[in-house]
């Protein structure tokens, strides 16, 4: 049998005990003490891959204090490449107090929650440690002290500084520095942003890190993790030391996410290999650093459907487990010009932006540029090229993928549905009853130029885009027939009476602006050619009129004609 699939599988433990497919990254390990840092922020997009190395890190140099589990946590590493690599390296194994804090579950929507939250995630590293209180090291005081945060019943002035306070006790208990991993560090920022309790979380969260980053003289080294640098907020004021690693820079590239070569490797080990140019037309297109990457997240669940059906369609995985505000915000606030940059990524064209590594959230709404910068480091834009001008760094960034175009794609109908549905469609109406194409041709018009369009699925989305207009009527019921390909016209629009109206309407989508007016008269002709009309006959309907639209980028052309023309 295969192995399975580490589906939402995020400890490394798990994953090797339980005999789970492992995409080897324990070379993070050398080239973490290869470069020293003291202080290592690494930025990349959510799912690919973070929470996993962490736990990978943690078991590799943590003492436990218990020299049969050091074996067993040894033994996990059994064959991979980090044993391979000498006994500098092999020989930091089990050697230090790891504090290990995840805050990828502050996610409330109040501060007084979030602290909370937080604080359980403290208490639980504090109880997790619970056996250094029997070390005759520490004092009475301090073992006190220990005891309140593990019980959760510290002030919040101690909480902001348990991480420290926790290094310090390791430190007098084991005489060895601590090593500190900090999963999602900029989740809770995210989430209290848009829950509107930003400055409130920053200044908690700042406090936390200040003590346990800065002056903190029993730490050995650091690993936190994030989507986004967030440094103008002063979270890591004043840290000299601190080794930042985004997407830009060349060293770890290849440590988050998987590379091309370990793909085919999986794909052929499930024998699935025939599907390779699927997965990378779908899940390819990152570049870190200068190694293409694919979303680890999105290649295991694809593999996993083709795993049970090797004929299994491609999804969008990704949409359901990262945090997609950043895309909605952008639409839903986008002007003119934004509305064209967005048409043009969809297009599959390249925009050019200025680097800013250290925005912040209220960044993200002051300047166009900003917004970009969120949209590359947290996965949603890749880089397709680099150049340096008078100073600065310059990206030429694009959609990655298939899936993340989807996400664009589903987030503008979604918003392009909210927004028809606060408006009054009655004169499309009338003009349609009157026969009036020419006014069908402005309303419709009008709506194109505000609404965000993409041409690669013209087709549906056009047919989306009137179907969408038309459903708002209380007077009429639309039936779309695009889905069913069953050679019926692409919309009918009919009153819930017999008695009534009742209109069909064959959208076409034309190669270039020349051919609007031909296209329209055409598909008014495959109407009465095809005989769309006698399914509304045979339901009893005998008003029927027929539209033919057609459409090029945000131009159309509406031809009118009666039941009678036939």
């Known amino acids: ?73 040894k033994e996990l590493f059994h064959g991979l490449k980090i044993m391979e690599a000498g006994g500098e390296y092999t020989g930091q194994m089990g050697k230090y107090p790891v504090i290990n804090l995840t805050l990828k579950s502050a996610k409330q929507d109040t501060f007084k929650s979030a602290y909370y939250k937080i604080r359980e995630e403290l208490a639980a590293e504090f109880s997790r440690h619970k056996e250094v209180l029997k070390s005759d090291r520490l004092s009475e005081k301090e073992k006190k002290e220990f005891q309140k945060l593990m019980d959760k019943e510290a002030e919040y002035d101690d909480y902001s500084g348990a991480l420290k ?31 509107g309790f930003y400055e409130k979380n920053v200044k908690f969260i700042r406090s936390l890190f200040e003590s346990a980053l ?100 491609p999804r969008s995985y990704w949409i359901n487990t990262s945090s997609n505000e950043i895309i909605k915000d952008l639409i839903v606030r986008a002007d003119g010009k934004t509305k064209e940059q967005i048409e043009e990524l969809l297009d599959g064209k390249t925009l050019d932006i200025q680097v800013h590594e250290e925005v912040t959230y209220d960044d993200m709404r002051s300047k166009g540029e900003n917004l970009w910068n969120f949209l590359y480091f947290t996965g949603y834009l890749t880089k397709a090229g680099e150049y340096f001008r008078e100073s600065s760094i310059y990206l030429r960034v694009r959609i990655p993928n298939v899936e993340v175009k989807t996400i664009y794609q589903n987030t503008i109908l979604q918003w392009f549905r909210t927004e028809v549905e606060k408006q009054d469609f009655q004169d499309l109406y009338r003009a349609m009853e009157e026969g009036n194409a020419e006014r069908m041709e402005e309303i419709l018009s009008e709506q194109l130029f505000s609404v965000i369009s993409f041409y690669d699925s013209a087709e549906n989305f056009y047919h989306g885009f009137l179907a969408g207009i038309l459903s708002q009527s209380s007077q009429y019921r639309v ?76 131009d159309c052309e509406v031809r009118f004609g009666k039941k009678t023309d036939m």
């Open 165 to 195: 306070f926790l290094s310090k006790c390791l430190y007098e208990g084991t005489g060895n520095k601590t090593v500190i991993l900090i999963d999602e560090y900029d989740v809770p920022l995210e989430n209290s942003y848009f829950e």
């Open 1 to 73: 049998m295969n192995k399975p699939l580490p589906i939402g599988v995020e400890n490394f433990e798990d994953i090797i005990k339980t005999g789970y497919y492992f995409v080897d990254k324990t070379l993070l390990i050398k080239e973490l003490l290869d470069l020293q840092g003291k202080v290592n922020l690494f930025i990349r997009p959510r799912r690919f891959g973070k929470t996993l190395n962490l736990s990978m890190l943690r078991y590799f140099f943590e003492n436990t204090g218990h020299e049969e589990k050091n074996n067993r946590n």
């Open 214 to 313: 800065k002056t903190n003289e029993y730490l050995q080294f650091a690993v936190i993790t994030g989507c986004l640098r967030i440094s103008k907020e002063s979270i890591f004021t004043g840290l000299n030391h601190l080794n930042i690693v985004s997407v830009l820079d060349r060293q770890y590239s290849e440590h988050f996410g998987f590379t091309e070569p370990e793909v085919l490797d999986m794909m052929k080990y499930y024998r699935v290999e025939s599907r390779f140019r699927t997965m990378k037309e779908w899940y390819d297109g990152y570049t870190f650093g200068d190694i293409e990457v694919y979303n680890p997240w999105s290649v295991i669940n694809y593999l996993d459907d083709l795993n049970a059906n090797i004929h299994a369609f």
């Open 479 to 554: 039936k779309s027939n695009r889905e069913s390909g069953n050679g019926r016209s692409d919309i009918m629009v009919k009153s819930p009476s017999l008695r009534g109206r009742s209109f069909i309407l064959e959208v076409k989508v034309s190669d270039n602006i020349d051919e609007l007016e031909t296209d329209a008269e055409g598909a008014l002709r495959q109407i009465y050619d095809k005989k769309y009309m006698e399914e509304l006959r045979t339901e009893g309907y005998r008003k029927i009129d027929c539209y033919g639209i057609s459409f090029y980028r945000k």
